[in-house]
Every structure is written in structure tokens, then in C-alpha cells.
């Protein structure tokens, strides 16, 4: 059944109890830190990037913990989770499901002192001015990626979700990669560092089903070109994205924001804010594309804030296809719309 904790086990735990370490604050933990009841079938693990080093730790707590995520990722099972402390200066690459044997939803979290949510600074090797790797590359099902500040790379993704060999629309068991069902919640993608800008935010290789994005910041992701993407489906040569849920990210001073051009079916698009006009110098267009390429039916856009020009001209907002349910989306032309752009 796993571990279960209440809110009341939670204000009896001290300084010592591997839950208490996650913020350092014992028993403030039930003060709105952490939620109750706190439920995970799986094993714990624990990595603290600023150990010297970690031989001979189990990573079972953080006074055992290992350095690197990439040990903990390679060890976990299916519904584990890995707390995160410290900065990461590592490419993670997450196991294929290779044949239905990979680890499944396995949740990554970052925790600081006192809770403050994007202090764990996520940079692919460490290297910002010559970043052409992504800092995570998921290939399982169901991994749960919550509460770090990714520099997004100067010529690659930040986050990379690989979904089988990109023609494929369940899976077969033939395929090393097939990225269902992820979640990537709570997280700000920041794209302007060591005088570099970044690339892509997250890109989605193929066509993943059931993703999550919610709750995330994207700011400052930009290319000398323009080309620079917050949200990219790269890739797809028959499926494209089914059933994801984007709900209440915020898209600030970058170029191009949820690019979803070769089509998406059945997604909802809620709650995000996509700002208007940003720096001169940036693109900042199209804001959501879902059929530019390509197409796709039966998307739900609702009660965004859609900053920019909402007209059908203008090429900002483009739906999938006549049967997109776009509706009650605030728009500076015509206010809380009804419709899709005209």
C-alpha cells in the first residue's frame, strides 16, 4: 500500500525523518509546505548535488544521498519518487520502456530550504554558453517532472519527450521510447543566461499522448532568428499529440509559445496566459498554433488570457479545425471571445 502520512503523523515529525529533511522545517512541514495525506507506493530516494561526493550512499535519505540525478534515475522502479536538492549541472537521460520494462511514473521533485518553489537551477553540464544538450530527456510513461528552474540550452530543449518512433499511436512493445502520459507541472523555463538565449523550452519528438504541462513560466526564450519555442511539437508523421492538458502557464518576453502546428486532438488548452506585445526584438508570434501544418479536431481552448492581435490574419491564434471548441478567451479585440479568430 505504500506509506501514508496524516496531518497529525506530520506534526510529530522532527529534524531527523527523511520528509522532515526535504525543507529543514520538522514539524512546519503541515503548514501548507507539503500536502496531506502524502501517499507513494514506490522507494524514496534522495540526491544532494552539493555532496563532495557520494560513495557507498543508498540514497535512501539525504544524510545517504547520491550527487547525481542520473544515479538515482537509474536505480528507481516503477512509482518511486527522487527528491532533489541543490543546483544540477547534468543531462538526464530517463530509462526507454524498452518492451514495457522500464520504470514507470516516477516522480522527479526539487526541494529548497524553506520551500521556495524554482531555487533548484537545472543547466544541461553546467555549461550555459556552449548548452547543446537537454537537460532531461524523458522515454517511459508517466514520469512527474515538479519544481525546478531549467536554463533552457542555447541550441536545444530544455525538457526532450521522445514518443516512439513518431508514427505510432499506441504502443506496440517494439519501441525504446514511448513518453505517455508525462507531467511536467510547476516549473519556470528561463531562457536568458550567460549571454546566451535559449532555444526550446519543452519539445515534444513524436506524438505523445496524455501530457500534462500546468502551472509552468516561460520567459526569455529566444533565438536571433526568432525561432525560439516554449512549448514544440517537433515532430510527427502520422499521429499527433491526443488528450494532453496545458492548464495555467504563463508565456513572458519570448518568440513563438505553444507550437503545435502539425495538429492535436482532443487537448485542452486552459487558463494560460500568453502575453501580447514583449521586446521589440522578439518574435513573439504564433502564440498557439495548432494547425498550421497540418491539423486536428475536437481541441477545447478556454479562459486564456490571449494578449497580440485575435484575428484569423493576424496568424497569432490558429485553430486545429472547425470542430475546435474555442470559447470564453479574453482577448484585448474583442474581449471575452466566443469564437475561434475571424
Not at 497529525?8 to 531527523?16: A, D, P, R, V, Y
Not at 536571433?224 to 502520422?238: E, P, Q, R, V
Not at 488570457?305 to 482577448?331: C, H, K, L, Q, V
Request: one cysteine or more; charged letters at 15%.
Amino acid at each position: 500500500m505504500g506509506n501514508v502520512l496524516t496531518k497529525g503523523m506530520i506534526e510529530h515529525l522532527n529534524n531527523s525523518s527523511p520528509v522532515a529533511q526535504l525543507t529543514g522545517l520538522g514539524s512546519r512541514l503541515d503548514e501548507g509546505l507539503m500536502l496531506s495525506p502524502l501517499i507513494w507506493p514506490g522507494t524514496t530516494y534522495y540526491v544532494d548535488t552539493t555532496l563532495s561526493n557520494d560513495v557507498g550512499n543508498d540514497g535512501k535519505t539525504f544524510g545517504e544521498a547520491f550527487k547525481t540525478i542520473q544515479k538515482a534515475v537509474d536505480v528507481v522502479s516503477d512509482h518511486d519518487i527522487i527528491f532533489v536538492r541543490g543546483d544540477i549541472a547534468e543531462a538526464v537521460v530517463t530509462p526507454a520502456l524498452a518492451g514495457g520494462v522500464g520504470a514507470m511514473y516516477v516522480k522527479i521533485i526539487g526541494v529548497q530550504a524553506m520551500g521556495i518553489p524554482f531555487e533548484n537551477e537545472w543547466a544541461s553540464g553546467g555549461v550555459i554558453d556552449s548548452n547543446t544538450s537537454p537537460c532531461l530527456i524523458l522515454r517511459s510513461v508517466g514520469w512527474h517532472i515538479e519544481g525546478f528552474k531549467f536554463i533552457v540550452p542555447d541550441s536545444a530543449e530544455a525538457i526532450r519527450s521522445l514518443a516512439l518512433n513518431g508514427d505510432d499511436l499506441v504502443y506496440d512493445g517494439g519501441s525504446d521510447n514511448w513518453a505517455y502520459r508525462s507531467k511536467i507541472i510547476r516549473n519556470q523555463f528561463y531562457g536568458a543566461t550567460g549571454g546566451k538565449w535559449g532555444q526550446c523550452g519543452i519539445r515534444l519528438y513524436g506524438a505523445e499522448h496524455e501530457m500534462e504541462i500546468s502551472g509552468n513560466y516561460f520567459s526569455f526564450i529566444h533565438q536571433a532568428n526568432n525561432s525560439g519555442k516554449c512549448i514544440h511539437l517537433y515532430s510527427s508523421n502520422f499521429a499527433v499529440p491526443y488528450r494532453h492538458r496545458l492548464f495555467g502557464n504563463i508565456f513572458l518576453e519570448s518568440d513563438a509559445q505553444i507550437c503545435f502546428g502539425r495538429g492535436a486532438n482532443a487537448c485542452l488548452f486552459i487558463d494560460n496566459i500568453f502575453q501580447g506585445t514583449g521586446k521589440t526584438a522578439y518574435n513573439n508570434k504564433p502564440k498557439l498554433d495548432l494547425g498550421s501544418i497540418g491539423g486536428g479536431i475536437g481541441n477545447i481552448v478556454a479562459k486564456n488570457i490571449m494578449g497580440g492581435t485575435f484575428t484569423a490574419a493576424a496568424a497569432e491564434y490558429i485553430p486545429a479545425g472547425a470542430s475546435d471548441d474555442w470559447r470564453g478567451n479574453y482577448t484585448s479585440q474583442a474581449g471575452i471571445s466566443k469564437d475561434v479568430p475571424q
